[in-house]
């Protein structure tokens, strides 16, 4: 099992987004069947049976045993993948396109991310067909800036470092070479609810010590 899996097909897309299917993808997390799912999610087994089979078609689950039970073939299935995400290309001639977008704008970030997710699941999946490893580079950081100010001479700093680099290595007569895109990003990281403090520590108290006896 892969960790992620992206989805292209418009088809598999909407299976794989329907109510019922999708708890059926989060119950195959782990080998089971169509009886065992049923059970788990409290449905009859015909219906997850007919799910079960049109992820199959779609190849978000497979088969991992067949046994013979009460005179009938059980199919054991699993999720093709820890998790999924849906391609931008599934969308068609909808899906963004930065060529389609202001520079200037936010939504020119959501475009350049929406490019990468297509290319490289692309890549990816041309790399495992061919059994190959993908050459890629990924950096994710948090960074507090004290002040606009401060953020503002970060970035200029960064764009000169990023250009000073790129200029350094960018080669592009030469015959071997291979062309590599680089996105640089940064955006306000989204609010996260505050930690709450296990209920044990917020009760325990202090242990008092006394002098020795």
């Known amino acids: 099992m892969i960790d992620v899996s992206v989805i292209e097909e418009p088809a598999a897309a909407a299976a794989a987004l329907d109510p019922i299917r999708a708890s059926i993808l989060l119950a195959l997390a782990e080998p089971g069947s169509a009886t065992t799912v049923a059970d788990s999610l409290g449905l009859p087994r015909?219906?997850?049976?007919?799910?079960v089979r049109t992820l199959e078609a779609h190849g978000l689950v497979r088969?991992?045993?067949s046994r013979q039970r009460r005179g009938l073939t059980e199919r054991v299935m699993i999720a093709t993948a820890k998790s999924?995400?849906?391609?931008?290309?599934?969308?068609g001639a909808l899906a963004v396109e930065p060529e389609k977008t202001d520079r200037l704008s936010t939504r020119y970030l959501i475009a350049l991310g929406a490019r990468m997710v297509r290319?490289?699941?692309e890549l990816a999946r041309r790399a495992d067909a061919a059994k190959q490893p993908l050459a890629s580079l990924s950096i994710d950081?948090?960074?507090?800036f004290?002040?606009?100010?401060?953020?503002?001479?970060?970035?200029?700093?960064?764009q000169a470092s990023v250009l000073e680099?790129?200029?350094?290595?960018?080669h592009a007569t030469t015959p071997t070479g291979r062309w590599h895109r680089l996105i640089v990003a940064a955006y306000p990281r989204p609010a996260t609810p505050p930690e709450r403090p296990d209920r044990t520590e917020r009760t325990q108290r202090p242990e008092r010590k006394g002098p020795p006896r």
């Open 141 to 144: 950081t948090e960074i507090c």
């Open 46 to 51: 015909q219906k997850v049976n007919y799910h």
């Open 119 to 121: 290319e490289v699941a």
């Open 63 to 65: 088969v991992v045993e």
């Open 84 to 91: 999924f995400m849906v391609s931008p290309a599934a969308l």
């Open 146 to 158: 004290a002040s606009a100010a401060d953020r503002a001479r970060f970035t200029a700093e960064l």
């Open 165 to 170: 680099l790129a200029a350094k290595y960018h």
